[in-house]
């Protein structure tokens, strides 16, 4: 498949905002997608935030490989940024969050007068922000979706506790470097389908599939056996779903959508697309 580019005008915006505002934060929550912990991260971000403070979230942890999860959050930590795994649809990880949260409000100003802690909260689009912010309030302050770009603008918001927080659109770069990061994106949905060949995405996926999860991949599709190639799996799972053409020709296109949707749901199973570097462990990272 041919790398994949995207990098539409208000992600520029998106850019100038985050550097134009971080001045005014003491922190900065970077959420990222826990199945693909490197293409997820923005190298620009990295770039604007330089050494501010941060705290990394590992989001959609219930979709990801939970020894994966384990590794990657011990990583980060390894490498002196917080980490934390998190579910920000279903609020699982947010008691953590707000402990160590309450941890770092407590450098913020002077002994005489201590101000609420003000935070930024940035990633790619579709990792779960708006989520996260809507937990945090207690409150749909910000619009979800299951595809990229539905915040468009910068929002302050304010928590029950009093620290205040800016929520940013998602922001992707202008030239990945490493296709592969261009095709983990797409296969969580980071990227807009409607740019996509989407029979190409799903046969790209299951080549990664046959090599990482081949019994998950077997099991969910209930297939004896996983084809040579992934056209070949591609088309003996249309045909156990019946999604045959008349003619008896197969629906490449709908059985692609429903292999792209049924990963990005969770329903092939707990899957990480990266592993962590090293064999670093939790205990190691204490």
Not at 256 to 267: P, Q
């Amino acid at each position: 498949m041919n790398s994949i580019n995207w990098y539409p005008g208000h992600m520029k915006k998106t850019r100038e905002l985050i550097r134009d505002n971080l001045k005014m934060v003491d922190l900065v929550i970077e959420v990222i997608d826990a199945r693909i912990p490197v293409s997820s991260r923005n190298p620009i971000i990295d770039e604007l935030v330089g050494e501010k403070p941060r705290v990394i979230i590992l989001n959609k942890k219930d979709l990801a490989d939970p020894e994966e999860n384990r590794k990657w959050t011990a990583f980060f930590r390894a490498g002196g940024i917080r980490a934390l795994e998190m579910n920000c649809v279903s609020g699982e990880g947010v008691k953590a969050l707000y402990g160590a949260l309450s941890t770092r409000q407590e450098k913020i100003g002077s002994a005489r007068y201590k101000r609420p802690m003000r935070m930024m909260i940035v990633g790619v689009p579709n990792c779960g922000k708006s989520s996260l912010i809507n937990r945090l309030t207690g409150k749909k302050s910000a619009r979800t979706g299951d595809r990229p770009g539905v915040t468009k603008g910068k929002q302050w918001l304010t928590l029950s506790n009093g620290m205040q927080l800016l929520d940013t659109p998602g922001i992707l770069w202008p030239k990945f470097e490493d296709p592969r990061v261009g095709l983990n994106l797409a296969y969580c949905g980071s990227i807009r389908d409607e740019i996509l060949d989407t029979a190409d995405l799903a046969l790209s996926f299951l080549e990664d599939m046959q090599n990482r999860y081949p019994e998950m991949l077997r099991e969910r599709y209930r297939l004896e056996e996983l084809g040579e190639t992934p056209l070949e799996t591609m088309e003996r799972i249309a045909k156990k779903r019946g999604f045959i053409l008349p003619g008896r020709r197969i629906d490449y296109e709908r059985c692609a959508r429903t292999v792209l949707d049924e990963f990005r749901s969770g329903r092939i199973g707990r899957i990480t697309l990266e592993t962590a570097p090293g064999s670093i462990t939790p205990e190691d990272a204490l």
